[in-house]
C-alpha cells in the first residue's frame, strides 16, 4: 500500500491480469502452427485484458467516491 494524502492507495492495480496476459502471449508464440490452441488461448488473453480494464474502472470509481469528502454521520445521543 501507498499513502497518498489522506488515502491509503492500492498499487497493485491488475498486476495479476497483466502477468496472466504476458503468459498466453507467451504461449500464443509457442502454439503458433496449432489452431485449436490458438484459439481458446486468444480468448483468455482477451479476458484478462477486460479484467484488467474492468478492474480499473472500479479503483477510479472508489477513489472518486472517496475524494468527494462528503461524509455524514448520525450522532444521536439520547
Do not use: S, W
Not at 491480469?17 to 484459439?39: F, H, S, W
Not at 477513489?63 to 444521536?76: G, H, P, S, V
Amino acid at each position: 500500500m501507498k499513502y497518498i494524502g489522506k488515502f491509503n492507495c492500492c498499487t497493485f492495480k491488475g498486476a495479476a491480469e497483466q502477468k496472466a496476459r504476458a503468459t498466453y502471449e507467451k504461449l500464443i508464440d509457442l502454439c503458433r502452427d496449432n489452431p485449436d490452441v490458438l484459439d481458446p488461448l486468444r480468448y483468455l488473453r482477451e479476458r484478462e485484458v477486460v479484467h484488467f480494464q474492468r478492474f480499473g474502472e472500479a479503483l477510479r470509481g472508489v477513489q472518486d467516491k472517496l475524494a468527494m469528502k462528503k461524509f455524514y454521520m448520525n450522532n444521536k445521543c439520547d
